[in-house]
């Protein structure tokens, strides 16, 4: 069983193309980040920290703090940040040495690169840490009365700043990698680059499934409105620019640039469903969070 595991392991490995398994790196890496935190939820540890709430008076306490959540944000903090940046660091590598990655793009890309790993973890670090401050806050002011303004703030960091800053950082990584292609785009349609059946299968499963989860992270923060609005426009700029120089079978030859088109249509069609069935805000961020379901 182990040595037909590897055959297959093996097979995947010779016959998908460079591009390709870049994406399979960074979704394989992802999935490890999600597995990585579900035993710490299974055993619910909790860290116990001090805090104090100044509303009027200094009030002193103790917090629980899930141990689950310190492991969100180092799996997909700064561990995926060092994969996101092996993604590009190798997209880049590659076309490089065929003369076909400017140098003066290549900067660019990578700092833009920086800048949203940036914007991703930032966000991350609010949106995880003041969840559990806003609770916390909140389960304060219930039981005395102290600390409104604390809580308010709690959650605007939480659910407001927290998550479009996430959904802002992970939009202009999917942009840096479908940016990534060489200065003559009609490569990617020849056949040492282009995506057979197999490996389009490969890249749009994942996709599919990381859409759905993105539409509930994007409902439960408040930035759907804003992660739909982004993607489509990263998109089409992206398909423009490919058809512009007269090699439309590119576009499906890139797998980043899929991950995009995939998931913005099975958010697309997240949305309307969830609108459909619970009705819109006449107002942003227009849909209902899940936990506003009664």
């Not at 959540?69 to 092996?86: D, L, N, R």
């Not at 089409?236 to 995939?262: E, G, Q, Y």
Request: proline letters at 4%.
């Amino acid at each position: 069983m182990k040595r037909q595991l590897e055959g297959a392991r093996g097979f995947v490995v010779a016959n998908t193309r460079p591009s390709t398994r870049i994406f399979l790196v960074y979704m394989s890496s992802l999935l490890a980040a999600y597995i990585a935190v579900l035993p710490f939820k299974a055993m619910g540890t909790q860290a116990q920290v001090e805090y104090y709430i100044l509303d009027g008076n200094y009030l002193f306490g103790t917090a629980s703090f899930p141990m689950s959540t310190i492991v969100e944000i180092a799996a997909f903090g700064p561990a995926m940040a060092v994969v996101m940046s092996w993604c590009l660091q190798r997209t880049i590598a590659d076309w490089s040495a065929a003369g076909l990655m400017p140098a003066r793009k290549a900067r660019a890309l990578e700092l833009l690169l920086a800048v949203s790993i940036a914007t991703f973890n930032a966000g991350l670090l609010l949106n995880r840490l003041f969840n559990v401050v806003g609770a916390q806050a909140k389960a304060f002011y219930d039981a005395t009365g102290h600390g409104y303004n604390n809580y308010v703030f709690a959650y605007f960091l939480d659910e407001i700043v927290g998550h479009h800053l996430i959904g802002a950082g992970l939009v202009s990584y999917f942009a840096v990698m479908a940016l990534a292609i060489p200065r003559d785009s009609t490569l990617l349609a020849r056949p040492d680059h282009a995506l057979n059946k197999g490996e389009k299968l490969l890249v749009l499963v994942p996709s599919a499934v990381h859409g759905v989860i993105f539409s509930v992270e994007n409902l439960e923060g408040q930035s759907m409105a804003f992660s739909l609005v982004s993607m489509g426009a990263i998109a089409c700029v992206v398909i423009l620019m490919t058809m512009a120089r007269r090699n439309k079978l590119a576009i499906s030859n890139r797998p980043f640039l899929l991950f995009i088109v995939v998931q913005l249509v099975v958010m697309l069609a997240f949305s309307a469903a969830w609108g459909a069935a619970l009705g819109v805000k006449p107002y942003a961020p227009f849909f209902y969070q899940p936990s506003e379901l009664p």
